[in-house]
C-alpha cells in the first residue's frame, strides 16, 4: 500500500493536500478504508461549516461498523464531495482521488501532521 | 480474554488469498477477503465458499442417545429420520435460551448404534457440551467433544449443487434440504448436509482437519468458471440477516425463551418425557399466546444511516423496543434490521415507527422477516 509523498497524514487516517489559495482536499487513507470495509454511508461536513483540527465533523459508515471522521486542521468547508455522498463505495475504490472527502480553507494546522514515510510506519505498526 | 485465538486449518490459506482476520468467538476467521458486498452478492447469484470450522461439533451415541437428546434438548430428536437434521434449541431450567443447533442423524436408527452430530455455535460450544455432559447422567449414552476432528467448509448459492456435484460421488439429488450423508468429497470422506445459514441453497461438509485444504482448493477449482468467491464472516452474517435467520447473542440469549423470540415452534411438549426446561417453557407458550411482551420484527430503513444491534426503537418519542442486528442489506439496497418492539407497534406496516441512531429519529418501516426468500 503506497500513500502518496505529497500528501500530509493525521493519526487518524486522513490525508490533507498541498493548499491552492489556502484551500486544501481531505480523504481518508487507502489503510483506514480497507479496515472500514465496503463504505455504505458518508456523512460530510457542509459548505460554510468550521471545523477544528482533531474535532469530528462527520462519520463514515460501513457494513460493520460507524466510524467517526476527524478534521485534521481548522478552517472553513468550501466544497464537499457529492459524487461521495450518491456512491460511498468510492472512498474504498479510490480513496485519493475520486473518494475524497471535502476542501476546506485551512485557519489553523495543528503541529502533529505527519509526512508520508511517517505514516507508512504508523500504519504498518497498526 | 487475552488467549491466542485459534487458528482453522485453513489459515494459511485464507492469509495467502488475502483475508482480513477478525477474533470470533476465541478464533482466527475470514471477516472478508475483498468487498464483503462483493461476497454477499456472489453468494445469492453464483457461489461463496466459507470455513466454518469454528462451529463446535459434539457427537452422542449410545443406546440411549435418543432419550439423552429428548431430555437435554427442547425438539422432538426421535423424530429425526436417519441422515435428516433438525433445527433445535438447549434451554436453561428456567426455559432461557443456552444455544441454538442443529442436530444430525448420522447412525442407524436402532437402539444399539444410535449416533447425533450436535453442532453449536463456536461461542456456546463449551457451555453446550458441558450441559449435554451433565445432563447425561443417568442415561446410556456417551457425549464426546469432537471439536478438533472436524474442520467446516460450507459451499452456499445456486451455483453450489453443481460445484459440488463435479467433486463428490454422493447423490446430491437425492439430498433434501436438512438432510446429511456421508461421501466423498475430492477424494476425501465427509458428511455432506444440505444445511445453511445464507438463505440460499447449499451444503456444510465436515471433513478432517487435515483434508480441509484438498476440498478446499477442490471445490475452489470447480467453482473458478461459475462465479464462487471465498466469502467472509461478514457477509455471512447480512446474509443470515436478509433470510431473518436468528444469531445467538443478538436475537437469542438466556434472557429469552424461544416463544419470546418467535421461535416457539421448536418446543415440542407433545413428547412424553420430562426434558430441561419444560415447566418455565410452558408458562412461557402461555404467556406469549395471552400477551406477547415484545415480539422479533424487520426494520427497513427510509433513509441512508445503519442500525446497529442495541440502537433504541422508538415511536412518538418513546422508546418501543431494540435492534438486535442491523446491517446494510446489498440485496435491498437499504439499511436494515432486526428488533424486538412491544407488540402495539409490531404489525407490519405500523406507521411512525423509528430508530434512534445516535440521536436522530430516523424513519423505518415494520415488516415480517425475512426480508429475502430465495427463488425455488
Known amino acids: 500500500m503506497s500513500n502518496p509523498q505529497q500528501l500530509r497524514y493525521s493519526k487518524e487516517h486522513e490525508w490533507l493536500s498541498v493548499a491552492e489559495d489556502g484551500v486544501s482536499t481531505v480523504g481518508i487513507t487507502e489503510f483506514a478504508a480497507n479496515a472500514l470495509g465496503d463504505v455504505v454511508y458518508a456523512q460530510l461536513p457542509e459548505v460554510g461549516d468550521t471545523v477544528t483540527a482533531g474535532e469530528t465533523c462527520g462519520e463514515l459508515e460501513s457494513t460493520k461498523s460507524v466510524s467517526d471522521l476527524y478534521a485534521p486542521v481548522t478552517g472553513e468547508i468550501t466544497e464537499f464531495n457529492q459524487d ?26 495543528p503541529d502533529d501532521l505527519l509526512s508520508a514515510d511517517e505514516y507508512d510506519a504508523l500504519s504498518a505498526g497498526n | 480474554m487475552s488467549t491466542t485465538p485459534r487458528l482453522t486449518a485453513l489459515d494459511a490459506l485464507h492469509r495467502s488469498l488475502g483475508a482480513t482476520m477478525t477474533d470470533f ?10 468487498s464483503e458486498r462483493d461476497e454477499h452478492n456472489a453468494v445469492r447469484t453464483h457461489a461463496g465458499l466459507f470455513d466454518l470450522s469454528h462451529m463446535g461439533e459434539i457427537t452422542v451415541t449410545g443406546p440411549q442417545a435418543v432419550d439423552l437428546l429428548n431430555y437435554a434438548l427442547v425438539g422432538n430428536i426421535g423424530t429425526v429420520g436417519l441422515g435428516r437434521a433438525r433445527y433445535t434449541m438447549i434451554c436453561q431450567e428456567d426455559g432461557g435460551i443456552l444455544d441454538d443447533l442443529i442436530v444430525y442423524r448420522l447412525g442407524a436408527a436402532t437402539s444399539q448404534n444410535g449416533e447425533f452430530m450436535v453442532v453449536a455455535n463456536a ?42 456435484k463435479s467433486v463428490t460421488d454422493a447423490d446430491l439429488d437425492g439430498l433434501k434440504y436438512y438432510a446429511g450423508l456421508p461421501g466423498t468429497v475430492a477424494g476425501v470422506p465427509a458428511l455432506i448436509a444440505r444445511t445453511g445459514y445464507t438463505g440460499e441453497d447449499g451444503f456444510e461438509l465436515f471433513v478432517a482437519p487435515s483434508d480441509a485444504e484438498q476440498v478446499w482448493q477442490a471445490l475452489t477449482e470447480a467453482g ?5 468467491v471465498p466469502a467472509g464472516l461478514s457477509c455471512r452474517d447480512t446474509l443470515r440477516l436478509e433470510a431473518g435467520m ?15 423470540a418467535g421461535l416457539g415452534r421448536v418446543v415440542k411438549f407433545e413428547k412424553e418425557c420430562d426434558f430441561v426446561g419444560r415447566t418455565s417453557l410452558e408458562a412461557a407458550a402461555e404467556r406469549a399466546a395471552a400477551n406477547p411482551p415484545r ?6 430503513a427510509e433513509g441512508r444511516r445503519v ?34 418492539v412491544d407488540a402495539a407497534h409490531a404489525e407490519p406496516g405500523t406507521q411512525g415507527v423509528g430508530v434512534d441512531i445516535r440521536g436522530t429519529h430516523e424513519p423505518y418501516e415494520v415488516v415480517a422477516l425475512p426480508f429475502y426468500k430465495r427463488q425455488k
Open chain 1, 84 to 109: 461521495v455522498v450518491d456512491d460511498p463505495s468510492l472512498v474504498n475504490t479510490a480513496p485519493f482521488e475520486g473518494g475524497w472527502l471535502f476542501k476546506v480553507r485551512v485557519t489553523g494546522e
Open chain 2, 224 to 228: 473458478k468458471d461459475v462465479g464462487l
Open chain 2, 123 to 164: 461461542g456456546n460450544a463449551q457451555i453446550v457440551l458441558d450441559a449435554l455432559t451433565e445432563r447425561a447422567a443417568g442415561f446410556d449414552a456417551v457425549v464426546r467433544d469432537d471439536r478438533d476432528a472436524y474442520a467446516l467448509i460450507a459451499v452456499q448459492g445456486p451455483e453450489s449443487p453443481g460445484i459440488l
Open chain 2, 295 to 300: 415480539k422479533l420484527v424487520g426494520l427497513i
Open chain 2, 25 to 34: 468467538a476465541g478464533w482466527d476467521m475470514p471477516l472478508r477477503y475483498a
Open chain 2, 307 to 340: 442500525p446497529r444491534a442495541g440502537f433504541a426503537v422508538v415511536a412518538e418519542g418513546q422508546v418501543i423496543g431494540e435492534v438486535t442486528s442491523g446491517a446494510p442489506s446489498p440485496t435491498l439496497g437499504k439499511p436494515i434490521a432486526i428488533a424486538y
Open chain 2, 246 to 260: 436468528p444469531l445467538y447473542g443478538h436475537e437469542l440469549t438466556t434472557a429469552l425463551t424461544p416463544f419470546d
